[in-house]
T-cell receptor, first 117, second 115 residues
Framework: GAVVSQHPSWVICKSGTSVKIECRSL??????MFWYRQFPKQSLMLMATSNEGSKATYEQGVEKDKFLINHASLTLSTLTVTSAHPEDSSFYICSASPSGSGNNEQFFGPGTRLTVL | GQQLNQSPQSMFIQEGEDVSMNCTSSSIFNTWLWYKQEPGEGPVLLIALYKAGELTSNGRLTAQFGITRKDSFLNISASIPSDVGIYFC???????????????FGKGTKLSVKP
């Protein structure tokens, strides 16, 4: 149980284009999902907290107009990187906490490798 | 904001040896989690700790929630080659059965095991 999937697993795009990444909880519902970014040989940095049916909460320094988050259902959150630039190239990972579980365990997706040319 | 100091940064050990790594914080956490990440993949939850002093095992892995709530350690006994990866600690202010909290991650311990 507690499986989280991400799609695509990797994407290469041209500078200036937008890229959408999907995060799905496959066998549980998640009121809250999280989006992280991880640069090579570094730890995970929280970008935003995605709340089903409401606006996402962004961490300081993360541009909400650049990283659009939509959490339309209890099993799906999407992250859209708008007008991507080479400095946005990174490993993007989502996580989800089972709704009503009462604990703080987050289950992570396999990540999406974004390369912006 | 809160930060976690995780050590050591990397370890090179012989198969069969025991491993110990730890995380410390300048302020308290209510939840400690330990994850393992392999290259190109997302972190996988190993052990979750919710009470100060709690000692929990998962196979050859053992983790403890420090009494002061400002630290946690992870031990791996009798290491094997597949233990290779990066181990992250993560702390949360969220309370079991209560409020949720964001995770703050340590910088990771890279483990290499020589057969």
């Amino acid at each position: 149980g507690a499986v989280v999937s991400q799609h695509p697993s990797w994407v290469i795009c041209k500078s200036g284009t937008s890229v959408k990444i999907e995060c799905r909880s496959l066998d549980f519902q998640a009121t809250t999902m999280f989006w992280y970014r991880q640069f090579p040989k570094q730890s995970l940095m929280l970008m935003a907290t995605s709340n089903e049916g409401s606006k996402a909460t962004y961490e300081q320094g993360v541009e909400k107009d650049k990283f659009l988050i939509n959490h339309a259902s209890l099993t799906l959150s999407t992250l859209t990187v708008t007008s991507a630039h080479p400095e946005d190239s990174s490993f993007y990972i989502c996580s989800a906490s089972p709704s009503g579980s009462g604990n703080n365990e987050q289950f992570f997706g396999p990540g999406t490798r974004l390369t912006v040319l | 904001g809160q930060q976690l100091n995780q050590s050591p940064q990397s370890m090179f050990i012989q198969e069969g040896e025991d491993v110990s790594m730890n995380c410390t914080s300048s302020s308290i956490f209510n939840t400690w989690l330990w994850y393992k990440q392999e290259p190109g993949e997302g972190p996988v939850l190993l052990i979750a700790l919710y009470k100060a002093g709690e000692l929990t095992s998962n196979g050859r892995l053992t983790a403890q929630f420090g009494i002061t709530r400002k630290d946690s350690f992870l031990n791996i006994s009798a290491s094997i080659p597949s233990d290779v990866g990066i181990y992250f600690c993560a702390g949360s202010l969220g309370i079991y059965g209560g409020s949720q909290g964001n995770l703050i991650f340590g910088k990771g311990t890279k483990l290499s095991v020589k057969p």
